[in-house]
Structures are given as structure tokens and as C-alpha cells.
């Protein structure tokens, strides 16, 4: 197994997304869906990863805490209810995808700290539902 770092991680996390059975595409921009083309934004991700905490061991070992949002985008072609419900099921199976894949790689999901939400994205004229599922990854690294 590979060292774990944040890369290790942050992959792992974009090929759950880009991989079967969700196959979302990876935005253009990593911070939003606004310069994404209307007519492809459908079955869109993006990724926001940032380092929230972390505390030294002895023996040159530190466990990192990483804050996440996963951003799903889903167009709803006037259906945006039907859109909505397929990204809370999305979203909820994200959830477990993302528990089983931090026990085969040895970092935690904490469950505690997940949220999630689905709505209308923010622009009226937008053609998208958007997702997101947002919690924190534990892991231990050698520094």
C-alpha cells in the first residue's frame, strides 16, 4: 500500500467520483460549476480538500484531519424534482462508497461530522440541480 498522504486520498476520492457507478465528470473549475458550458452540465463533480487539523505523535507521526465537499451537479431539464431525488440517492450512496473505500485504504470517514444537502444551484436561469456531500477524513502519516 502506498504512503498515505492527502494526494493518496484526494485520488482516491476523484476516481469514486469519475468511476462506476457514478461516472460524474470533474468540473472545469474547482470552485464552482459557473464556467461549465449549459449544455454540459449534466453529471458534473468537484472536489473542495483542505487540511482542518493536525496532531503530532512521538516517533515522527501525525494524524491529519481534512475537511471535504464533493459537489455533484445534475441538469434537470424541467424535471428538477426528479433531478433532486436522483442526487440525494447519489449523494447517499457517495456516503457508503467513501466508508468502505477509507477502510481498504486505512483512513477514516468520521460520520459524524457528515452533511449533505441537494438544491436548485443559486442562478435562476441554471439548468442544474446541485449536491453536495461535505464531512471530514482522519488519517496517520509519517512525517
Known amino acids: 500500500m502506498p504512503t498515505l498522504t492527502a494526494d493518496v486520498v484526494l485520488d482516491r476520492l476523484n476516481s469514486i467520483c469519475a468511476g ?9 473549475e474547482p470552485f464552482s460549476f459557473d464556467l461549465q ?8 463533480y468537484r472536489i473542495e480538500f ?34 433532486q431525488r436522483e442526487l440525494v440517492t447519489a449523494i447517499s450512496s457517495l ?16 460520520d459524524d461530522d457528515l452533511d449533505g444537502e441537494v ?12 449536491g453536495r456531500l461535505s464531512g471530514l477524513i482522519d488519517f496517520d ?3
Open 20 to 28: 462506476s457507478p457514478y461516472s460524474y465528470t470533474r468540473a472545469i
Open 37 to 44: 458550458p449549459a449544455q454540459n452540465s449534466d453529471g458534473l
Open 50 to 83: 483542505s487540511l482542518d487539523e493536525t496532531q503530532g505523535y512521538l516517533g515522527y507521526q501525525q494524524c491529519e484531519l481534512w475537511a471535504f465537499n464533493i459537489w455533484l451537479a445534475q441538469a434537470h431539464q424541467r424535471a428538477p424534482f426528479t433531478a
Open 95 to 110: 456516503q457508503s462508497t467513501l466508508a468502505r473505500a477509507g477502510v481498504a485504504q486505512d483512513w477514516n470517514l468520521r
Open 119 to 130: 438544491r436548485l444551484a443559486d442562478d435562476p436561469e441554471s439548468v442544474y440541480v446541485v
Open 141 to 143: 502519516r509519517a512525517l
